[in-house]
């Protein structure tokens, strides 16, 4: 660009100076014309001056004086007078200043005047700017309108059970694990998303079943169509009552403990029983394989459903509290999870211990004090609460006999004994409006062995600032560390690593 700028400044002093050179050549040439001119017409004027004074000169007088002779007029024919002649004045051209002739009435013929140089203005070229190309639009082709997507969920949870029916009562079929994608088919007539369930095909080539909390929904219920044909839940034949008898164990290092084969009779008016302990192994726990909790994942979404099932109080069975939200409880398994890997669970696949983590037949609500600090993962046998006995050694049963797990000894001793003294396995409910509640701590339980009050009450012996529980610092002040899952101490204390021993 600055080279096309001084090109064209370079080009404009060229025909500057060419331009000044053309007028100092038209005005000397002016000048030349002017100059013959002005000749001419003197030449023309000395001309009429001699026409004019032809006669003689005047002769001198004797004295010297000269006299002035009279000519006797001779008539001629008179001659016209030339009429004077307007010399045209110059126009003045771009050449530069011509110069006009003064106007004179002197007979003579015209000048004659030359032709005036004119000079053509020379337009100095512009730089020409180069056009912008102008943009074309670009015609877009007509987009196709395409379908709307149909109705689809991703799992939101580790592992979500599906079933042949809309409900837990049905049986399962497989699992859908947390990411993946389904196209939804229909949903339950439930209109809000907590009591929905999703159809959608399929998981083992067969359609089924999954609940909707555990999912994200691309698409409002309104917009998933109801299914047209839901199947009736399975029924389930009840296992015939029975009334228990204590059991009779001739313990033997070398025997296999028996399960007691209690004696059929008819049910007490309170409830159900479960058969007692029918069905249930009785042998040593063995834990098979390492314990990850995060094997045993749960959703935190069932805690809804568990205060449903519990006639929509949030309240804690084990101490008759409620709560004034779902936010003061904990999830609590009955059986507590590495108790169940103990039990037998820890030869079973991840599916199995998932649907064991989210059953509903072994949840319910706690307080996180009675949860993580009290219960933690005891069995009957190191642990009873403080209200609902009868009911949660009776759902301890059913959860056991449901997946096929095992009791030691001192569970099934513990059991029997609780549920011989039951009236009724149902879960008892405080009054909401009773100022306090049964205080969270556990029964005491009967002597395992030599010690005295001491076995009967550990946290007399060894709970020195009575607050509910045993620290190392005093199970090593008394000279009971390490404690054994075995000593009456062990249920108040927190076994972080559940190998068994506290304070190792």
Known sequence: MKRFFRFLAFLIALLAFVALIVMVGATSSQINELSTQVAELSHRVQELEESNGGGSAPEPAPDGHSIRLT????????TPSPAPTRTPTRTPTASGPTATPTKTNRPGPAPTSSPTRTLTATRVPTATRTPTPTRT??????????????????????LAN????PGDNYPVIGTAAQGERYDITARNPANSLRAAWLQFCCVNEQSGWIY??????????????????????PTFTPTPTRTPQPPTFTP?????????????????????????????????????????????????S????????????????????????????????IVARSEAHDSGLCAADSAAKRAFANDLLNLTLASPSVNRHQKVDK????????????????????VKRKYNLTMDRAEAAAAERVLAGCNSTAMQFTDPGSASAPPPTATPLPAT??????????????????????????????GIAPVPRSHPAYQYMRDGDNDGVVCE
Request: hydrophobic fraction near 30%.
């Open 71 to 78: 000519p006797t007029p001779t008539p001629t024919t008179p």
């Open 137 to 158: 639009p670009t015609i877009a082709p007509t987009a196709t309108p395409t379908p709307a997507p149909a109705p689809h969920f991703t799992v939101n949870t580790a």
């Open 162 to 165: 599906v079933r042949t029916g």
């Open 212 to 233: 909707a909390p555990l999912l994200i929904v691309s698409h409002d219920l309104s917009a998933i169509p109801i299914a047209s044909a839901i199947p009736q839940p």
């Open 252 to 300: 033997t290092p070398t025997r296999t403990p028996q399960p007691p084969t209690p004696t059929p009779t008819a049910s007490s008016s309170g409830g159900d029983r479960g058969g007692y302990l029918d069905g249930i192994r009785i042998v040593s726990e063995n834990r098979c394989s390492h314990y990850d909790s995060d094997d045993y994942s749960y959703s935190q």
């Open 302 to 333: 069932v805690e809804p459903r568990i205060v449903a099932q519990q006639g929509n109080r949030i309240y804690g069975p084990y101490t008759g509290a409620y709560f004034a939200s779902i936010r003061e409880t904990d999830i609590e398994h």
């Open 379 to 398: 069995d009957v046998a190191q642990w009873l609460p403080a209200m609902n006995q009868c009911w949660y050694v009776n759902q301890v049963v059913q």
């Open 449 to 478: 062995g030599a010690g005295g009050n001491c076995d009967s009450n550990p946290l007399g012996c060894y709970d020195d600032n009575g607050n509910g529980r045993i620290t190392c610092a005093e199970a090593r002040a008394h």
